[in-house]
């Protein structure tokens, strides 16, 4: 470490196929993006000593010296207070201790870890939709739904370091079947998988002819759905009504619990715009408990595009270092 | 004021008859108790000129002098943040300026106000069951159903200070309808009210024999239906299990928003006991997803049978006076 050099932070976003990293400023200038295979068939420590290798090699090609501060990461079912990963869903390591195992690499700077919807919500704290704000939800589509709370301007991690697992709240209890064997849970309904799922349901339901008829389901993506919806593919369309019914009014609760500033959306199925967020907006308002209505904003996260989930990570650790 | 004299605060409990006060340590004592009628059909200033002539006697009364550090006030639909009471169901004054007009009385003191399951959780925090925890969740059973989130240490007030509406969360919108006109609400289900109105819905649908169908909706407490299940009433054991049912599947979903180390319960039908909290934790259990389960206690307010919202009250305040 060379002092007077720009000061970074480490950011890292464990995925079940890739693993992203770069280096980020306190502003949020992002350097040195990189990311390597995760490979989660292999030992946890042969994924740390790959990690730090890669990580290094790309400090050094940087072509300046930076002070490392720290290192911020986000993976599935971390948490925060155990700094490990447990009981993860896609990645089949188990149990471990990353925090553990990175500090014997990177002794003397904190090292620090979350789930990634919980580091997506303190990066758009920190750099993206909800700077200034210190009540809002972030809520993250992708295979399942991710969310993080955000009250008072603190993460709620919750007794056990699990809050915030609005992906499981239960729409139906004799609904669609979870990978995990429970039944009804929100995001068999909201999630990319979800909306898939239920254009799935609708075109066995309607007879109505549709261009996503011509799609298998492993072909089918997010991209497809938009794309009809956008053409007016009345299976698109009613899939998006559907999924904004099944959020909203699951959403009026939501706002019921800790009456949030905005609650802010980040991932594939929000490349639908509007698509997916008008029929989410009206079936919230219309759930909502009076005191409520008219108060919520919807918002598309700003880091959309951008390496978010590195962005999240780094901005966890700016935040641990700026907390002492 | 007499500086050297013991330190106490004012707690105020507002209720839609009466109100309540009693001057509360720092330790918990709570001494000078007394009450007055609320009268919320006169102006709102009436009231408070006779509150503070009410509170002034006592103090005389009490045979020494204290300091007075801060008063404390629960109200339905009080506003922590603007200290205001707005939109009460049960008080006919409206939108009501309570910390404006009380600290025009007591100048150079803290004066604040929240909602009283909001006063409960701080209570509970500071003097009872939720003493050491940081992170629960309170819930009032009385006309309704109030509730109070803390989490961090702290109570979350949500952006417009209106968190924390559990009440509020829609069991079935189709189910039954609130004296606001919104149907299924938790609370017309899980309340005094709420327990009746499940009696009179199984004296309904079932032809068993029950001493419950000698009383009138009016004439029917919570102690009638208490006093029928513990002498094995079949209509009134379903009638517990039913509220157990629908509460214990919603406090699953909450489980999932906070992750609370407990779930405390305040109010008339705790008197139940386990007759209430044995159907409550079942199907809780049985609904939560699998990382929370037996980790969540349900317990019973721990000042339950003293002056709890005085009580609340007053650990608001101090609360306050310590934060500064």
Known sequence: ????????VLGVDIGGTFTKYGFVSRQGECIGENSLPTHADEPFSHFVARLVQAVEETRQN??????????????????????????????????????????????????VITNDANAAAI?????????????????????GLGSGLVANGQLIYGHDGFAGELGHIIVDPNGRMHPNGRRGALETYVSATGIKRTVFQLL??????SELRNLSFHEMTGEHITAAAQRGDKIALEAYEYTGRILGIKLADTVAYT?????IFFGGPT??????????????????FPIYRNKVKLLISALEGRNAAVL???ALVWQEIEKT
């Open 1 to 8: 470490m060379q002092t007077g050099a720009p000061e970074f």
């Open 62 to 111: 940087l072509g300046y010296p930076i002070q490392l501060r720290g290192i911020g990461m986000g993976a599935p079912n971390a948490n925060y207070y155990t700094g490990r990963i447990e009981k993860p869903a896609n990645l089949s390591w188990g149990d471990v201790d990353v925090v553990g195992q990175l500090s014997k690499y990177y002794k003397g700077i904190p090292v």
């Open 123 to 143: 990066g758009e704290m920190r750099f993206g939709a909800a700077q200034n704000m210190r009540d809002f939800i972030m809520i993250t589509l992708g295979t």
């Open 204 to 209: 066995a339901e309607y007879p109505d002819e």
């Open 259 to 263: 009456s949030p500033e905005a609650i």
């Open 271 to 288: 490349k639908a715009g509007d698509l997916l967020l008008n029929p989410i907006k009206k079936h919230m308002e219309a759930n909502l």
């Open 312 to 314: 999240g990570a780094s």
